[in-house]
Nanobody, 120 residues
Framework: QVQLVESGGGLVQPGGSLRLSCAAS????????MGWYRQVPGKQRELVAA???????NYADSVKGRFTISRDNAKNTVYLQMNSLKPDDTAVYYC??????????????WGQGTQVTVSS
């Protein structure tokens, strides 16, 4: 099995910054891609940013130029640096990883979610 543990959420004022971290552990053979999604009550979970092997990244239009995703392959950890935060960024942020486990099966895994609140 694979576990994803997130950290770094909290309350921040508009214009402020936060850095989210997500560490993967367990029966990992390789990780194909890691990413961050977010969800607010009553809405579907949406992709915020993703990074694949090789370093290619993808961002939602709403966060381009403000958020940066990065990855430490040696630590199986993905980060989301969030700058110039807006109240509309308020959501529960979930880490996601596409993992090939040691039994050579590939599956999607999710973290438990971390709350980000942007408010004055």
């Amino acid at each position: 099995q694979v576990q994803l543990v997130e950290s770094g959420g909290g309350l921040v004022q508009p214009g402020g910054s936060l850095r989210l971290s997500c560490a993967a552990s367990g029966s990992i053979y390789s990780i194909n891609a890691m990413g961050w999604y977010r969800q607010v009550p009553g809405k579907q979970r949406e992709l915020v940013a993703a990074i694949v092997n090789g370093g290619s990244t993808n961002y939602a239009d709403s966060v381009k130029g403000r958020f940066t995703i990065s990855r430490d392959n040696a630590k199986n950890t993905v980060y989301l640096q969030m700058n110039s935060l807006k109240p509309d960024d308020t959501a529960v942020y979930y880490c996601n990883a596409e993992v090939r486990t040691t039994n050579y099966r590939t599956s999607q895994y999710w973290g438990q979610g971390t709350q980000v609140t942007v408010s004055s």
